[in-house]
């Protein structure tokens, strides 16, 4: 047999955001004998050791805060000057996917892919300005468009999101399983008590997430359930602010921060309340995994519908109303047994090792 496909993902860094762990989930799961992936990144990240150990290469050029717009452009052009290697290019940049693709196009590489994570550009007027500039290079340059949900497909492709494919936000499901051993393990390293009511949150300190709100929220908890814990799981540029918020809050013994953790599947065991009040979301593989503990969830009611898989675990909820959030987390029902069934996830195809095979067949479909 000869060498696998070798596939390059472009990304800012291998950190564990949402398209991140995508992509290392299905990394881990496909056939490496038959395709391999490279990465093209601009920072170093959380899982590039990991990358290395699975026969990956990281590939590193400046990223455009650093060298700016024509310096970010001659790096994208001397990079695949020097890689004609690359038949398949999967880049999952957003918008900044147009100048990414519109670069690899230039050198005649036959399949450029555009993957959405998301439903809404980051950052301010000039920064989301400049990134819908980007984005109109994706119809030029694109052959492929690819989602993680309908509503992702629509926000960038807009008249094009039909020929979008969905790859769901799959997940192992078999780690995610709920365990009352796992469960006192994990509240005992953490040092929460068995009986302690326990909202937990996991993503990026960053804007979108809107972890301001969840910490109002929690504060006005706390002043009604003295038995109430606030678990944060992640890092972020918001960290400090975050911090500084719990201590005005008076909040310092009632919240712990986790940081960035690489056991994830292990702290929602933890957890009673899984609370996600986003401003904006592609589909959160955090909802799919906290689905796939048995953990109740209230979310912001911005969040597609797609996440919802239908085990009764979702609660929508407007950002206008505090007060709902309140409510529908102090009467969460607290299911003991937190069990769904076995098929849930994988019969909505959120089974990492469904999506696996069947982007496995699609890189290798394209370049015969």
Not at 56 to 75: A, E, L, Q, W
Request: charged share 25%.
């Amino acid at each position: 047999m000869g060498s696998p496909l070798r596939v390059l993902h472009v990304v800012v860094n291998m950190n564990r955001g949402g398209a991140e762990t995508l992509i290392m989930n299905l990394y881990r799961n496909i056939d490496r004998s038959k395709v391999q992936f490279d990465f093209l990144t601009c920072k170093k990240g959380d899982f590039d050791e990991e990358i290395i150990e699975l026969g990956g290469s990281i590939h590193r050029i400046p990223y455009i805060t650093d060298v700016g717009h024509f310096g970010y452009g001659k790096g994208l052009d001397h990079f695949f000057a020097v890689h004609p290697e690359y038949q398949i290019v999967h880049s999952h940049m957003d918008k900044m996917s147009g100048f990414v693709l519109r670069a690899a196009k230039k050198r005649g590489i036959p399949v450029r892919m555009a993957h959405c994570h998301s439903t809404e550009s980051e950052g301010g007027i000039v920064s989301r300005t400049y990134k819908s500039y980007a984005g109109k290079f994706i119809s030029q340059s694109a052959t492929h468009l690819v989602a993680c949900s309908d509503s992702a497909a629509n926000w960038l492709f807009a008249d094009d999101a039909k020929k979008a494919f969905i790859i769901k936000n799959g997940i192992e499901c078999e780690k995610y399983v709920f365990s009352q051993t796992l469960r006192e393990k994990i509240r005992e390293e953490l040092g929460i008590s068995p009986e302690s009511f326990v909202v937990g949150h996991v993503g990026r300190f960053s804007p979108p997430k809107n972890h301001t709100f969840l910490l109002d929220v929690f504060a006005k908890l706390a002043n009604i359930r003295s038995d109430a814990i606030l678990l944060l799981a992640g890092d972020g540029p918001l960290r400090f602010e975050i911090e500084e918020k719990i201590k005005r809050l008076n909040l310092t013994d009632k919240v712990k921060l986790l940081g960035v953790r690489h056991d994830i599947h292990l702290v929602l065991q933890a957890f009673d309340v899984f609370v996600f009040p986003s401003l904006y979301e592609g589909l959160p593989v955090s909802l799919i995994e906290a689905q796939g503990t048995g953990l109740n969830c209230v979310i912001s009611d911005v969040i597609t519908n797609e996440v919802d898989l239908g085990v009764d675990l979702i609660e929508y909820c407007s950002l206008k109303n505090m007060d709902v959030w309140l409510e529908k987390i102090i009467n969460n029902p607290k299911k003991l047994t937190r069990e769904i069934t076995k098929d849930a996830l994988s019969s909505q195809g959120y089974d990492i090792k469904y999506t696996a095979l069947e982007i496995e067949k699609q890189y290798l479909a394209l370049t015969r």
